[in-house]
């Protein structure tokens, strides 16, 4: 056995071992040794392995699979520009708290500097984001299987924090099995592999460390995070009697989390009586410049799980791990009428919105958003596009405690949406999986959809809200009428795909919803990977939100 293989095939025995449930390979050559020990352990069941030709696209598979099972998943690939495609994933991962391992073949350090083909540095390549675990290069020599052991297992230690971790693998020819002499070590690393096994223990919740008091009439704001700070947070909101505002991917069920809560902040100054006193915001929340507006206004208390807590406009004036109910000794009083006025206000928002939805037509992105939240069945997965499905649902949808929602908001790009929602998919074997994305999102990753027949196809219904390019930027400063001789081309950006004939080229079945009825027919559970289409007009995009906070606005506060 040769150098090369004898290491690929630790590697691949090390990351099972120490409970990297699923693979992600895209072909090449340096990565050969690895692809193969790969294909073996995928043999004898010690882990999954998927195949997929895209490495930006393969990076977000991965991501999605380590998010659904909750155990760090790897991706691995050749040399050279390779690797650059998977920062992507690799910078998601890191602002999302999400473990991926990065394995990246690299040429052995005698050809760097010589010109050799497909040669770049590519260590610390992902630097700051990811941590470099950098191997020597295997040589036919006895004590390296312990080395090599302790490297993994380090790597996958560090990925459990939350962290990104880049395994950079220099091999030497040859790159496949050979008849050589048996390897010197025993490769299943005993005696004493034990000492190299790292387990995943549950994360350990932070003691209570509230020192400040905390207002009767607080406000609560719940973005991205870990649910379990989620969870523990809006129990003391509750007991407390504030009000709840969740982002979609932190809903949590709780009785007290208002729909169309972002609608009314936006018009916050004209209820006095709502104002809050003092705003807790639990993770990351990203979606709403009314959320960033409120920060500005009242003391701000950070509840975060990242080294780079929320805190933009740099007004958070206390940020700590926790707050559980133990830390309820702190709040000053209570007033029922604060949670009242709120609840009231929400009720007014949502009957107004739901009248104009369907007063205005079918479909738009808000309409479809709450529609299609609305009609999923009991335990299914949503994954949430980045630009507006998210922001759609955020902004009309109720909350439903059965629905685990996903999406990308580390840093919110729409690089490898239909891979992420894939691998989500995937690890939620037993339960429906839902994705709605927008069509420029949809576009972007048309590769996800490239599956081989030998892979694990998912179980997905991926609803594309097409209306020929990017509806968001119609609700920015740029989409005002007075930037309409720039705004179509550069902003607009009209494609013209036709995504029945792109599906059938990836041989995915297509379906095209043209009214409410065939959008819940189409929604359904069923086996396998579809693409539900509905089209839109783009152009009502900017009149219609606007029309919606004027009459949530009157409604609630009128």
């Given at each position: 056995?040769n150098?090369?293989?004898?290491?690929?095939m630790?590697?691949?025995d090390?990351?099972?071992?120490?409970?990297?449930?699923?693979?992600?390979?895209?072909?090449?050559?340096?990565?050969?040794p690895?692809?193969m020990?790969?294909?073996?352990a995928?043999?004898?069941?010690?882990?999954?392995?998927?195949v997929r030709?895209?490495e930006?696209?393969?990076?977000?598979?991965?991501?999605?699979?380590?998010e659904?099972?909750?155990?760090p998943?790897?991706?691995?690939?050749?040399?050279?520009?390779?690797?650059?495609?998977?920062?992507?994933?690799?910078?998601?991962?890191?602002?999302?708290?999400?473990g991926l391992?990065?394995?990246?073949?690299?040429?052995?350090?005698e050809?760097?500097g010589?010109?050799?083909?497909q040669?770049?540095?590519?260590?610390?390549l992902?630097?700051?984001?990811?941590i470099?675990?950098?191997?020597?290069?295997?040589?036919?020599?006895?004590?390296?299987?312990?080395?090599?052991?302790g490297?993994?297992?380090?790597?996958v230690a560090?990925?459990?924090?939350?962290?990104?971790?880049?395994i950079?693998?220099?091999?030497?020819?040859?790159?496949?099995?050979?008849g050589?002499?048996?390897?010197?070590?025993s490769?299943?690393?005993?005696?004493?592999?034990?000492?190299?096994?790292?387990?995943a223990?549950?994360?350990?919740?932070?003691?209570?460390r509230?020192?400040?008091?905390?207002?009767?009439?607080?406000?609560?704001?719940?973005?991205?995070?870990?649910?379990?700070?989620a969870?523990?947070?809006?129990?003391?909101?509750?007991?407390a009697?504030?009000?709840?505002?969740?982002?979609?991917?932190a809903?949590?069920?709780?009785a007290s989390?208002?729909r169309?809560?972002?609608?009314l902040?936006?018009?916050?100054?004209?209820?006095?009586?709502l104002?809050?006193?003092a705003?807790?915001?639990?993770?990351?929340?990203?979606?709403?410049?009314?959320v960033?507006?409120?920060?500005?206004?009242?003391?701000?208390?950070?509840?975060?799980?990242?080294?780079?807590?929320t805190?933009?406009?740099?007004?958070?004036?206390?940020?700590?791990?926790?707050?559980?109910?133990?830390?309820?000794?702190?709040?000053?009083?209570?007033?029922?009428?604060?949670?009242?006025?709120w609840?009231?206000?929400?009720?007014?928002?949502?009957?107004?919105a739901?009248?104009?939805?369907e007063?205005d037509?079918?479909p738009?992105?808000?309409?479809?958003?709450?529609?299609?939240?609305?009609?999923?069945?009991?335990?299914?997965m949503l994954?949430?596009?980045?630009?507006?499905?998210v922001?759609d649902?955020?902004?009309?949808?109720?909350?439903?405690?059965?629905?685990?929602?996903?999406?990308?908001?580390?840093?919110?790009?729409?690089?490898g949406n239909?891979?992420?929602?894939?691998?989500?998919?995937?690890?939620?074997?037993?339960r429906?999986?839902?994705?709605?994305?927008?069509?420029?999102?949809?576009?972007?990753?048309?590769?996800?959809?490239?599956?081989?027949p030998?892979?694990?196809r998912?179980?997905?219904?991926?609803v594309?809200?097409?209306?020929d390019?990017?509806g968001?930027?119609?609700l920015?400063?740029?989409?005002a009428?007075?930037?309409?001789?720039?705004?179509?081309?550069?902003?607009?950006?009209?494609?013209?795909?036709d995504?029945?004939?792109?599906?059938a080229?990836?041989?995915?079945?297509?379906v095209?919803?043209?009214?409410?009825?065939?959008?819940?027919?189409?929604?359904?559970?069923?086996?396998?990977?579809?693409?539900?289409?509905?089209?839109?007009d783009?152009?009502?995009?900017?009149d219609?939100?606007?029309r919606?906070?004027?009459?949530?606005?009157?409604?609630?506060?009128?």
């Open positions: 056995m150098p090369s293989t004898a290491q690929a630790v590697i691949a090390e990351l099972a071992r120490n409970g990297v449930l699923h693979v992600v390979v895209c072909p090449g050559s340096r990565n050969a690895l692809s020990a790969l294909v073996d995928d043999a004898q069941g010690k882990l999954k392995l998927h030709v895209d930006r696209s393969a990076g977000f598979l991965a991501m999605g699979l380590a659904s099972t909750g155990r998943a790897a991706v691995v690939c050749t040399s050279g520009t390779a690797v650059a495609n998977f920062h992507p994933a690799v910078l998601e991962s890191y602002h999302s708290g999400a391992i990065v394995i990246s073949a690299d040429r052995p350090p050809l760097h010589t010109g050799a083909n040669t770049i540095d590519q260590r610390n992902f630097a700051p984001a990811a470099l675990v950098d191997f020597p290069v295997a040589e036919r020599r006895e004590g390296q299987n312990p080395v090599w052991r490297l993994v297992c380090r790597a560090q990925a459990e924090s939350g962290r990104p971790v880049q950079n693998v220099p091999f030497r020819e040859p790159l496949v099995p050979t050589e002499p048996d390897w010197p070590d490769l299943d690393g005993r005696p004493g592999r034990e000492r190299w096994t790292t387990s223990p549950p994360r350990s919740v932070a003691s209570s509230v020192d400040f008091p905390l207002p009767a009439r607080t406000l609560m704001v719940v973005g991205s995070g870990r649910p379990d700070r969870t523990a947070a809006c129990e003391v909101a509750t007991r009697g504030w009000p709840i505002i969740a982002e979609p991917v809903t949590t069920g709780n989390v208002l169309c809560g972002p609608l902040l936006g018009s916050l100054e004209k209820a006095p009586d104002r809050p006193e705003v807790v915001v639990v993770g990351r929340p990203t979606l709403s410049r009314g960033r507006g409120l920060m500005g206004r009242a003391p701000v208390y950070g509840i975060g799980d990242h080294p780079q807590w805190d933009p406009q740099f007004v958070a004036i206390h940020v700590r791990g926790w707050l559980d109910t133990t830390d309820l000794r702190h709040v000053q009083g209570h007033d029922p009428e604060w949670l009242t006025g609840r009231t206000a929400a009720d007014r928002a949502a009957t107004v739901d009248k104009l939805l007063e037509g079918w738009s992105g808000l309409r479809i958003a709450r529609d299609l939240v609305a009609a999923l069945p009991s335990g299914a994954f949430l596009g980045s630009s507006n499905p922001r649902v955020d902004l009309v949808a109720e909350a439903r405690d059965d629905v685990t929602i996903h999406a990308n908001r580390g840093v919110a790009g729409i690089d239909v891979s992420a929602a894939i691998g989500l998919a995937l690890g939620y074997r037993d429906p999986a839902y994705a709605l994305l927008g069509d420029l999102t949809f576009l972007h990753d048309s590769n996800g959809l490239l599956i081989g030998p892979e694990a998912p179980d997905l219904t991926i594309v809200l097409n209306d390019g990017g968001i930027f119609s920015l400063e740029q989409g009428p007075e930037h309409g001789n720039s705004f179509e081309r550069v902003f607009g950006t009209p494609h013209g795909a995504l029945r004939a792109m599906c080229a990836y041989q995915v079945r297509h095209l919803a043209g009214t409410p009825e065939q959008l819940r027919e189409a929604l359904r559970p069923e086996r396998g990977l579809r693409v539900v289409e509905v089209r839109a783009r152009t009502r995009l900017r219609l939100h606007a919606l906070r004027e009459a949530v606005t009157n409604a609630a506060f009128g």
